[in-house]
T-cell receptor, first 116, second 109 residues
Framework: DARVTQTPRHKVTEMGQEVTMRCQPI?????VFWYRQTMMQGLELLAY????????DSGMPKDRFSAEMPDATLATLKIQPSEPRDSAVYFC??????????????FGSGTRLTVV | GQNIDQPTEMTATEGAIVQINCTYQ??????LFWYQQHAGEAPTFLSY????GLEEKGRFSSFLSRSKGYSYLLLKELQMKDSASYLC??????????FGRGTSLIVHP
């Protein structure tokens, strides 16, 4: 089965350090999302790419977060500097939007980030 | 903006039927998803509705009424492995799925 691959699976870092999370979307998918999940807030959208172009990052704290898709096989989410409140599970999801038809998005296994 | 409401928690008995409701308010509508998420795992896609009516997939069915801003997920012949969180997500005018907080379903023997 095709899958979305995220690395690392777990990351523990000290406050102030840079964190980079990577995602390999499913080949052929044209849409990529980054979501953050916490017990308090549930799944929150951070960034949205279609055909590698960033279309929405309004949910992302711009001063410390950045998201890019340098090529079709890689999406990255960076936090610099990290803070304890960034501790969460970060999911990448990819899918294929075509003329309004939709078959759901496939989520990666997530990166569990702990900032101490 | 978008507002999605679902019950926080439900319990049911193995072998029974359970209905998980989702109500939403959105600017524009381009479809509604249901996802299943087991503890410590990623959400997995269950269903997608964009037109009114019932979509059936094995033991799971999903219903949509766009005029009422309402959907439900129906799970039949419940099994212990169905214990999970069920997430309702709505794709509004921006085509970005916004997720509800999820309904934690506990299936007991």
């Amino acid at each position: 089965d095709a899958r979305v691959t995220q690395t690392p699976r777990h990351k523990v870092t000290e406050m102030g350090q840079e964190v980079t999370m990577r995602c390999q979307p499913i080949l052929g998918h044209n849409t990529v999302f980054w979501y953050r999940q916490t017990m308090m807030q549930g799944l929150e959208l951070l960034a949205y790419f279609r055909n590698r172009a960033p279309l929405d990052d309004s949910g992302m704290p711009k001063d410390r977060f950045s998201a890019e898709m340098p090529d079709a096989t890689l999406a990255t989410l960076k936090i610099q500097p990290s803070e304890p409140r960034d501790s969460a599970v970060y999911f990448c999801a990819s899918g294929f939007d075509f003329s309004g038809a939709d078959y759901g998005y496939t989520f990666g296994s997530g990166t569990r980030l702990t900032v101490v | 903006g978008q507002n999605i409401d679902q019950p926080t928690e439900m319990t049911a008995t193995e072998g029974a039927i359970v209905q998980i409701n989702c109500t939403y308010q959105t600017s524009g509508f381009n479809g509604l998803f249901w996802y299943q998420q087991h503890a410590g795992e990623a959400p997995t896609f269950l269903s997608y509705n964009v037109l009114d009516g019932l979509e059936e997939k094995g033991r799971f069915s999903s219903f949509l009424s766009r005029s009422k801003g309402y959907s439900y997920l129906l799970l039949k012949e419940l099994q212990m492995k169905d214990s999970a969180s069920y997430l309702c997500a709505v794709k509004g005018g921006s085509y970005i799925p916004t997720f509800g907080r999820g309904t934690s379903l506990i299936v007991h023997p």
